[in-house]
Each structure stands twice: as C-alpha cells, then as structure tokens.
C-alpha cells in the first residue's frame, strides 16, 4: 500500500472501489434502518427520513488567526451533539430508540470529524464513513436482538400467567356453592 502523493489528492486506483463499496453499505444501512425503525423511532424519523441524505460538504472552521482552524465544532454540528444529549437524558427508552441515539451521536461525531478532514483526504474520509455506517449497522442489529428478547420475556410472563390462571381454574370446578360446603359427596 503506498502513500498517495501530492498531485493524486489522496485517490489511490482502490479509491473507486472503496467509494463503490461504502455506498453499497449505506443503501444497506439505510434500507435495514427503514426496516427496523418506521413505527418505533419516532423522534428520529424526521432527521432520518425524506430524501436523500444530504451529501456532507468539506466545511473548515477558521478562526481570526490567519486561517488556522479553530477547535470548536461547526455551530450546526454541535447543535445535534446537545439534542442528542438532551433526548438520552430521557427515561425508558425503547433499545431501538437508544440504538438512534447512538447512531445520532455518531453520526454527529463523524461529520465533525469529516469537517475537520482536508478535501485532500479522501482515503480517511472513506474510512471513517465506512467505519460509521459498520457501527450503526452493528447498534441497529443489537437493539433489534434486545427488542425481540425483551418482547419475548413479556410473552413469556404473559404466557406462564395464563397458564396459572388456566391450572387454577381448571382445578376448581363449577359446583354450586351449597354442594362445596355440605357433605363433600358431590
């Protein structure tokens, strides 16, 4: 693997094949998170759904200082860590809707670091997208399984409680009340 140089611009001859490849995940992400989240998340569904995603710009933070970049993040970039800060501070979250919130927090971490990426950085820049979308995937398939558990372990309850309920009435039978308490003959 070489290091690309100044006049490629970070486009090494994998570069299109990674590109191909990332954007395959995310169709994927994207079609599984649909799937998995239309009746559920339903804070999320504004951000997550409408149209195409909106593709993230090569947007740099200067300060006053001659053009160096500043540390803090991107006004809008921040504003989505805070919300995502103040919905996990929610109670009783659903795990799919925590699994959102996680996806938000790095969707939101990912884009600072994009924003902070030279446009020359392609190969990071894939990378990191790749490395994102792979992580969500893996949040979205861990809360479907704790979802599935969890309603499965209310079936369960439900289902032993009917069960008991039947054994206790199959148990009793139907008598008068004057046979049960008389001779006990029936």
């Known amino acids: 693997h070489t290091l690309p140089t100044e006049n490629s611009e970070g486009v090494t001859p994998d570069t299109p094949k990674l590109l191909k490849l990332a954007e395959q995940c995310l169709e994927r992400v994207k079609s599984i998170a649909a799937a998995l989240g239309k009746a559920q998340v339903k804070p999320a569904a504004k951000e997550q759904g409408g149209g195409p995603a909106p593709l993230p710009r090569h947007r740099r933070v200067c ?5 160096k970049l500043s ?5 809008e970039i921040f504003q989505k ?14 795990p799919l809707e925590e699994a959102s ?10 884009e600072a670091r994009v924003a902070r990426l030279n446009p020359s950085q392609a190969v990071q820049k894939t990378s990191l997208t790749l ?19 969890v309603s499965f372990g209310i079936a369960l309850r439900a289902g032993s409680s009917r069960a008991s309920a039947l054994s206790w009435v199959s148990l009793t039978p139907c008598r008068p009340l004057g046979s049960q308490l008389g001779d006990g003959g029936g």
């Open 81 to 94: 860590l805070q919300i995502a800060e103040a919905q996990s501070a929610r109670k009783e979250l659903t």
């Open 71 to 75: 540390p803090f993040l991107p006004p």
């Open 101 to 110: 919130l996680q996806n938000q927090k790095l969707k939101a971490a990912y």
């Open 131 to 149: 490395s994102l979308q792979r992580q969500m995937m893996e949040n979205l398939v861990i809360a479907k399984a704790r979802e599935e558990t």
């Open 63 to 67: 300060s006053d200082e001659g053009g």
